[in-house]
């Protein structure tokens, strides 16, 4: 019997977050070995009267194709698939990949030339600007085992993180959005950590479902070259299949100065020599999905954890654009709960968030005690909208 759950969230995605409408072409890309929610967005986008489109995919041959291709390979695959993104008005992606680390052994240059060739005309230029889109992961043994729980346990913790009512949070964030607005001066302090830099004149972006599931996060960027101080990661990350944790980043005047880690730190090294770019920060984002609240070496649920930031090293968004180009972007993430070695967030001279919790009353909506209020109801019904 088919998990009633499934259709539940295929409705959010292709109802709320995607927003299909009569004629709408969706692209919907299945990445892994279980396409059953690719099956029930197929039927929910036809219910909708769009057309549904679909392309499945495998890590390992991905991994091998990557590893592979030659720089004309790339920008063909790059021209063909572009072509095909412009004919659509909608993208759903499905990550469900059993081992995280299947692209480990690819070189780095290699899946550099991927990410700038490939990856970044077809979905940072085209994809994100031009559609309505969404990606997701989808519940497997592996991301179980990352998260330290067995799969019925990590299942029950997915759908309640993913089908959490969304429109609920976005409203919650509508006044961290106009801190955020105002602020000309941060500083963060934590652990290892006391960083200080400007957001003036940087609008805030709330994501609350629309284009991430799991969602839970407020971003903005720092000005480029105002960061000052040092930063101490607590939560391990990986990148391009290769996990680092403890990474400690030293700023001046924006630019990343000094860089340790626990291991592997000349690889490290090469990560953020890959362009200038990638010594200044993109985004500076708060994490508040009341449901996740520990790390599992996925950055699509780290970023959200509840109590956290991340601070990201690479590319700015162009919805929030400090003028930082490079071809990474990076969500490192810092969880500031007290189990973790605690924190503040001040803005100029108000103090935003203490131990992972909001401090002025008007922004504690969007602690968890107040964001899982509406949790066993419907989408949407704590708003009036089912």
């Not at 759950?5 to 009569?22: M, N």
């Not at 005309?121 to 969404?134: G, Q």
């Not at 940087?202 to 609350?208: F, G």
Request: charged share 25%.
């Amino acid at each position: 019997m088919k998990d009633p759950r499934i259709k539940e969230l295929a409705d959010i995605i292709v109802s709320y977050s995607c927003r299909v409408q009569p004629g709408d072409n969706v692209l919907i890309e299945s990445i892994g070995s279980d396409h059953t929610l690719a099956g029930a967005l197929i039927a929910r986008v036809y219910q909708a009267g769009g057309n549904p489109y679909l392309e499945l995919g495998s890590p390992p041959l991905q991994r091998g194709l990557i590893a592979g291709a030659s720089r004309e390979l790339f920008a063909s695959m790059a021209d063909m698939h572009m072509e095909r993104m412009r004919q659509m008005q909608a993208y759903i992606g499905i990550r469900g990949s059993e081992n995280i680390f299947e692209l480990s052994l690819v070189p780095d240059e290699k899946m550099n030339l991927y990410q700038e060739v490939y990856s970044k005309p077809v979905h940072l230029d085209l994809r994100v600007k031009n559609t309505k889109w969404c990606i997701l992961r989808y519940p497997n043994p592996s991301m179980a085992q990352l998260a330290r729980m067995s799969t019925e346990e990590f299942e029950d913790f997915y759908f309640d993180v993913c089908t959490l009512d969304y429109q609920r949070m976005s409203r919650a964030m509508d006044v961290l959005s106009e801190y955020m607005r105002k602020a000309d001066r941060v500083r963060i302090t934590g652990a290892g950590t006391d960083l200080a830099f400007s957001i003036q004149g940087l609008p805030p972006i709330k994501c609350a479902g629309e284009f991430n599931i799991p969602d839970g996060e407020i971003f903005t960027a720092p000005v480029r070259d105002s960061v000052n101080g040092v930063i101490q990661y607590n939560t391990p990350s990986s990148y391009h299949g290769v996990t680092f944790e403890n990474v400690r980043l030293t700023f001046k005047n924006g630019r990343i100065d000094e860089i340790s880690a626990s291991n592997d730190v000349s690889r490290l090294i090469k990560i953020f020599d890959t362009d200038e770019g990638a010594r200044y920060i993109g985004e500076f984002s708060f994490g508040v999905n009341p449901y996740i609240t520990k790390p599992m070496n996925d950055t699509l649920f780290d970023e959200k954890i509840q109590g956290s930031f991340h601070f990201t090293p690479g590319a700015a968004y162009t919805e929030c654009d400090n003028g930082n180009k490079s071809a990474v972007h990076w969500d490192m993430v810092m969880i500031q709960r007290p189990e973790y070695g605690g924190g503040e967030i001040w803005f100029d001279d108000i103090l935003i968030r203490r131990d992972g919790l909001f401090v002025p009353a008007d922004l504690q909506c969007l602690n968890p005690d107040q964001l899982k209020k509406s949790a066993g109801m419907p989408f949407g019904e704590a708003s009036g909208q089912v």
